[in-house]
């Protein structure tokens, strides 16, 4: 499975930004997806999880209320749509798949077998 994270970019505070992670290769339905962020200097954090089906969601603390996480199966992609971005937003968004990853549990960035390159957000105050 090769995952491709696009739609960073540069925006303001407030604005909104919609990442995709397109899968080649190989389906990834029956895989869970996650998304981390990470800046230099600090630990990958987890930002969303989702479920194969797509009716089961996870998303840290930092971003609950903001970032939504939603997937198209027909499609093989995975979005993260965020809204209300904030300074602190500003990483390097990488999205993930595992096909033994349960959402619920998807915040643990070791489970995952596949990764993405990474997409720059950055959010200027």
């Known amino acids: 499975v090769q995952l491709q994270a696009s739609g960073g970019g540069l925006v303001q505070a407030g604005d909104s930004l919609r990442l995709s992670c397109a899968a080649s290769?190989?389906?990834?339905?029956?895989?869970?997806v996650g998304w981390f962020r990470q800046t230099p200097g600090r630990e990958r954090e987890f930002v969303a999880a989702?479920?194969?089906?797509?009716?089961?969601?996870a998303y840290a603390d930092s971003v609950k209320g903001r970032f939504t996480i939603s997937r198209d199966n027909t499609k093989n992609t995975v979005t993260l749509q965020m809204n209300s971005l904030k300074p602190e937003d500003t990483a390097n968004y990488y999205c993930?798949?595992?096909?033994?990853?349960?959402?619920?549990?998807?915040?643990?960035?070791?489970?995952?077998?596949?990764w993405g390159q990474g997409t720059l957000v950055t959010v200027s105050s």
């Open positions: 290769g190989r389906s990834v339905r029956n895989h869970g």
């Open positions: 989702i479920s194969r089906t797509g009716g089961g969601t």
């Open positions: 993930a798949a595992d096909p033994s990853v349960i959402w619920s549990e998807g915040k643990n960035q070791y489970a995952y077998r596949y």
